[in-house]
């Protein structure tokens, strides 16, 4: 199973990309995670959709060829950062690489509140007529990790609380049965 995931920080120390490459090696028996160079994405530009650089071309075939896609993202002044929905919006045009594409969304942040106001913006946007992905129903999925400097090791970038990483390996098994009914119901 090929996952290609969007990281929504682009610093180094990233606690975001710290989760990323966490699942990436956890759940590696599961799928391949992908990380996406989204920083290498031009701004979109209208002009440019029917031709976009090559740069969005190889962006938009991995998303195309995904069996499905992991964001990972912190939340920017309560909504979705910049570079994050600059990807989203190159997806939206022309060939709509997002359309019934199973996502699983989960952040990290140091504060208190888990990225919950960047994930509801979210899934207004990945609901979108341009996007219309398949969210993993957030009922019952919602990973929100908090206070991310007690739970990631400084040293490291290992996850290491216990009760999150079990709660994790809950909501990726929730997100590969997902995948696998999306993928039957598409037959
Ligand atoms: C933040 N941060 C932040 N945190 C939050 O909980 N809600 C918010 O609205 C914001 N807004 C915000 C804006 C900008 C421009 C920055 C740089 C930061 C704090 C943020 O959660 C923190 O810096 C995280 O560590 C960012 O994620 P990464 O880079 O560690 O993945």
């Known amino acids: 199973m090929k996952i290609v995931a969007l990281v929504g920080s682009l610093r180094k120390e990233s606690f975001n990309l710290q989760l990323a490459n966490y699942m ?15 920083k290498s994405l031009p701004y979109f530009d209208q002009d440019e959709e029917l031709n ?5 071309k190889g ?8 069996d499905g896609i992991l964001i990972v ?9 910049g570079v994050l929905k600059n990807a989203l919006d190159w997806t939206s045009r ?6 019934g594409k199973p996502v699983m969304v989960v952040g990290a942040t140091p504060g208190a509140m888990g990225t919950i106001r960047a994930q509801l913006h979210l899934r207004d946007i990945l609901s ?3 996007i219309q992905a398949k969210l993993l129903p957030p009922g019952n999925n919602e990973v ?7 739970k990631f090791d400084a040293e490291t970038g290992q996850l290491i609380d216990e009760a999150t990483i079990k709660f994790l390996d809950e909501k990726v098994n929730n997100f590969i049965q997902f995948i696998e009914e999306v993928k039957g119901s598409s037959i």
Not at 24 to 38: H, L, N, P, V
Not at 59 to 66: D, H, V
């Open 94 to 99: 022309v060939e709509k690489v997002f359309i």
């Open 73 to 81: 993202t912190p939340e920017y002044n309560w909504s979705v950062p």
């Open 52 to 56: 976009p650089p090559e740069v969005v």
């Open 59 to 66: 962006f938009k075939e991995s998303i195309a060829n995904a």
């Open 128 to 130: 979108s007529p341009g």
């Open 144 to 150: 929100l990790i908090n206070f991310a400097a007690q």
């Open 24 to 38: 990436k090696e956890r759940y590696k028996d599961s799928f391949s995670i992908e990380i996406a160079d989204i």
